[in-house]
């Protein structure tokens, strides 16, 4: 918790970023980009040489730097299929390892790659019962399957994308989680957009679908989609990066976001770091304790003051509310456990100090 709210950490990722992981030309140019991205992005003491971030994170270290090193109550996890590498960027075996360790410190989310046809249905079928019933499902709008080129795909195309979402529907899978907005290297950048995401919503509405790096890009059509769309929402990850070094970027991010229905779409907008990616906790440090519309943007964008209730909303009550999780119950399951113990109270440990490389922050 940050000031008695509670945070919910809506993505984090153990990569296996490793060279001995790479299957084909792609995999390398993604961890370069993912360590450049997140490099010249963060304040010093918070940044890792490369040698120290591409390599494999296992799961207990991103666990403790959401709660150990961070003030993360609950945190989510996906399976992040893409075929560059070997066993994946995240493994189905780290989410399990996740899921059964620290049930209820974790959400996790399936993943599969739904060009691959019958076998990502297959393969969705074969995650979801190990994972508890997994709750969400985590895309990429490209298959990095083959070497001599990258696959788009869209979220509309009905023999592709579709029958995935009607499995999921099936079984039980609440949220549609898609990776958009931030190209992961060089890449076309119209699977990236958000406007596939239009008629998906539409054709299955008992079905949420998350717009994983909302905020990056596309701003405005991001906006009128959580505006028209009950089913869609935000996951603030790498647009939170913005917040500490760059608030004014970020301002103007989260405002255009709100524009169209402030009221309204406030509900929509979720906390996510992308941890180990970033650390964590300068974002929430920033968000929470120093974040604030100024006056100009308030009056062009007819907002109201982020207060301590619109902060919990979007820090952990707006996506418990989007998966009907019991928060309360989960806060209570938690206490006093190993992560509790070790952070004692409102006190974080340094960056990286409980992870591999530690004594390595720049």
Not at 31 to 52: D, I, M, N, Q, V
Not at 139 to 160: A, C, K, Q, T
Not at 180 to 202: E, Q, T
Not at 279 to 298: E, M, S, V
Request: hydrophobic letters at 40%.
């Amino acid at each position: 918790m940050i000031d008695g709210v509670p945070v919910i950490d809506a993505i984090l990722h153990s990569y296996d970023l490793s060279p001995e992981n790479h299957r084909n030309r792609w995999a390398a140019p993604v961890g370069e980009f993912l360590w450049g991205a997140t490099y010249f992005t963060s304040r010093p003491g918070y940044r890792l040489a490369k040698e120290h971030y591409i390599r494999d994170w296992d799961v207990e270290e991103t666990a403790n730097m959401a709660f150990v090193e961070s003030q993360a109550d609950i945190a989510v996890q996906h399976v992040l299929v893409q075929g560059a590498f070997r066993n994946d960027l995240v493994s189905f075996d780290k989410i399990l390892e996740v899921q059964q360790r620290w049930p209820d410190r974790f959400v996790v989310y399936a993943g599969v790659d739904p060009t691959r046809g019958q076998a990502a249905l297959d393969e969705l079928e074969r995650q979801v019962e190990p994972l508890g019933g997994a709750i969400g499902l985590k895309l990429y709008p490209n298959s990095w399957d083959s070497d001599d080129e990258v696959i788009d795909w869209f979220m509309d195309d009905p023999e592709i994308a579709y029958p995935v979402f009607a499995r999921a529907r099936e079984l039980g899978i609440k949220v549609v989680a898609v990776h958009k907005a931030v190209p992961l290297g060089p890449l076309p950048l119209k699977p990236y957009g958000v406007s596939d995401i239009d008629r998906a919503a539409m054709d299955f509405p008992d079905l949420n679908f998350e717009i994983v790096h909302g905020g990056m890009a596309f701003l405005e059509e991001t906006a009128w989609q959580l505006a028209r769309f009950p089913n869609v929402y935000v996951n603030l990850e790498i647009t939170t990066s913005l917040v500490e070094q760059r608030p004014l970027a970020f301002q103007h991010a989260l405002a255009t976001l709100l524009e169209p229905m402030p009221p309204m779409i406030i509900d929509k907008i979720i906390w996510g770091t992308g941890a180990m990616a970033y650390h964590p906790h300068p974002h929430l440090d920033a968000f929470y304790n120093r974040f604030q519309f100024d006056q100009p943007t308030i009056e062009r964008y007819g907002l109201t003051p982020l207060d301590r209730e619109a902060k919990a909303k979007i820090l952990s009550g707006n996506y418990a509310r989007m998966l009907g999780l019991d928060l309360d119950d989960r806060l209570t399951r938690i206490k006093g456990d190993e992560f509790d113990q070790r952070r004692g109270g409102d006190d974080v440990a340094p960056p990286y100090s409980t992870t591999h490389s530690a004594g390595h922050a720049e």
